[in-house]
């Protein structure tokens, strides 16, 4: 059974970068049917896609947070990594981890959906 | 991007009426739509895939359609456990946006 799990400070200064790692276990991180995201969450309000990547070395990001934003992989450590970088209050908010999973529908054609995430990290930035 | 309106951002309901919720979204995104349940402190929970389709161990109850631009997520009947928030996310393209949610509790 797959498990995701995010680490990483909890408190960060304004303009500095946030970095959050989030370790998988039960299984591979290199496996070719799945996606790798982050997501966050402020907070009281809802969530926010942040981007994700696949291993064949793809990245996806949100537009909002495109140039501040960057997910790496280390596959020897089966972990992900986010950064965001120039941090202001407005990125303090709960992070999660979670795997996009290919799923099938009974007519045989395969919809994604977020099917693990972490339990969630909560960052704080301020000085 | 495609951006995801859900309909009402709240509601009241008692155990064991039919609960129903609405996104709608910006373009048309045939079927590609998933719904998300989540509890206070909780990470989000993958409810339904493909706009219909009910995620492994998902009750009975919760059901979804829709295709190109409105969706419905329904609770047949509501139980004391389904109060919480649930999000509409398409999977079309990137970015992935979720709709704003929308919150069950109890009346």
């Known amino acids: 059974q797959v498990q995701l799990q995010e680490s990483g400070p909890g408190l960060v200064k304004p303009s500095q970068t946030l970095s959050l790692t989030c370790t998988v276990s039960?299984?591979?991180?290199?496996?070719?049917?799945?996606?790798w995201g982050w997501i966050r969450q402020p907070a009281g309000k809802g969530l926010e896609w942040i981007g994700r990547?696949?291993?064949?070395?793809?990245?996806n990001y949100s537009p909002s947070l495109m140039g501040r934003v960057t997910i790496s992989v280390d596959t020897s450590k089966n972990q992900f990594s986010l950064k965001v970088s120039s941090v202001t209050a407005a990125d303090t908010a709960v992070y999660y981890c979670?795997?996009?999973?290919?799923?099938?529908?009974?007519?045989?054609?395969?919809?994604?959906?977020?099917?693990?995430w972490g339990q969630g990290t909560t960052v704080t930035v301020s000085s | 991007d495609i951006q995801m309106t859900q309909s009402p951002s709240s509601l009241s309901a008692s155990v064991g009426d039919r609960v129903t919720i609405t996104c709608r979204a910006s373009q048309s995104i045939s079927t590609y739509l998933t719904w998300y349940q989540q509890k206070p402190g909780k990470a989000p929970k993958l409810l339904i895939y493909?706009?219909?389709s009910l995620q492994s161990g998902v009750p009975s109850r919760f059901s979804g359609s829709g295709s190109g631009t409105d969706f419905t997520l329904t609770i047949s009947s509501l139980q004391p456990e389904d109060f919480a928030t649930y999000y509409c996310?398409?999977?079309?393209?990137?970015?992935?946006?979720f709709g704003q949610g929308t919150k069950v509790e109890i009346k």
């Open positions: 979670a795997r996009e999973a290919p799923m099938a529908r009974a007519t045989g054609d395969y919809y994604y959906g977020m099917d693990v």
């Open positions: 990547f696949h291993a064949s070395g793809s990245t």
């Open positions: 039960g299984g591979s991180i290199s496996s070719g049917s799945y996606y």
């Open positions: 996310q398409h999977t079309y393209n990137s970015p992935r946006t």
């Open positions: 493909g706009a219909s």
